[in-house]
């Protein structure tokens, strides 16, 4: 697939910056927005065409990316008279870069697969800033031959490119990766805030737990924010929850019972239902403290 014509759904934060990526390094984009404009705009001004549905983007583009929020986006635009399954055609590659549900994920594969099309789910690693320069995490699944097909693609966007397995594992390994890094990010957060009830300084408490087997990066990501007023981790109560959510729901499909993530998905549905929402995680420190007795 020499450079291959690429269409790309869901230009938030993080889609705007990789369609910049990708056009930076030379590649005809075809984007499809929602409702803010901006990345829209932006990618336009640099070349970019706008389509006026999924079928017209994915009739137009070899490979088909999407960067969005959960699933039932996704899949509001991969079904329906004007979605990608609309428009697809053989040996198109559809590529799902959010954070969906792995049962999601192989009903969408199964469906392109029938149009000759291939699914690969990839959701990502680090931020936006990450994004623009190319240094993403990309933890791709699917069809190994597939994989080879567009890495050349995927390389231009991350850093470090994972092949993990069958479709659905990208997924399955970011939901599991998440529960556990927000059921440490929630019970770091509760530590800092009894440590508050007990009248014990924070930076006593963290020295101790740094200094030990607990220390790991989500730790100091809340740390920066309890202790020095630094907000490191970008990431919201909202897409926590979310995120915990899908984890649980992921369990639910496998017929087991996640003892661990009930905790966390609680108290980020509590801090949400007390209005934390927009919020990002390390601040449940700052909820946390406030309503510890409640």
């Known amino acids: 697939m020499n450079t291959p014509a690429i269409g790309f759904i869901g230009l938030g934060l993080m889609g705007r910056a990789m369609v910049e990526c990708l056009q930076g390094a030379g590649y005809g984009v075809t984007v499809l927005g929602n409702r803010d404009r ?30 969005m929020g959960t699933s039932e986006q996704v899949e509001s635009r991969i079904f329906g008279d004007d979605g990608v399954l609309a428009g697809t055609k053989p040996g198109q590659v559809v590529i799902d870069f959010g954070t969906s549900l792995p049962g999601s994920t192989l009903r969408i594969g199964a469906a392109l697969a029938e149009k000759g099309a291939q699914y690969m789910d990839a959701p990502l690693g680090r931020t936006p800033a990450h994004a623009k ?46 529960f556990f890094a927000m059921t440490t990010a929630t019970a770091m957060s ?21 200094a030990g087997p607990n220390h790991s990066g989500m730790m100091d990501f809340i740390k920066s924010w309890a202790m020095d007023g630094k907000l490191d981790l970008a990431f919201s109560v909202d897409n926590a929850a979310k995120d915990v959510g899908y984890y649980r729901a992921m369990a639910e499909e496998l017929g087991a019972r996640s003892r661990m993530s009930g905790a966390a998905s609680e108290t980020l549905a509590e801090a949400l239902r007390n209005g934390f929402s927009g919020h990002m995680v390390p601040e449940m420190v700052d909820y946390l403290s406030k309503n510890l007795k409640g």
Not at 149 to 154: E, G, R, T
Not at 194 to 200: L, P
């Open 133 to 178: 320069d190319g240094k993403l995490n990309i933890m791709a699944a699917g069809d190994l031959r597939t994989y080879e097909q567009v890495k050349p693609v995927l390389d231009v966007l991350g850093e470090n490119v994972f092949h993990l397995g069958d479709l659905g594992a990208g997924h399955t390994i970011k939901l599991i990766n998440n």
């Open 190 to 210: 509760e530590a800092f805030a009894m440590a508050d009830a007990a009248g014990v300084a924070r930076e006593k408490l963290y020295g101790v737990l740094a």
């Open 38 to 67: 901006s990345g829209i705009d932006e990618a336009v001004s640099r070349g970019g065409t706008e389509a006026a549905t999924a079928r017209e983007l994915a009739e137009a583009s070899d490979i088909v990316m999407l960067c």
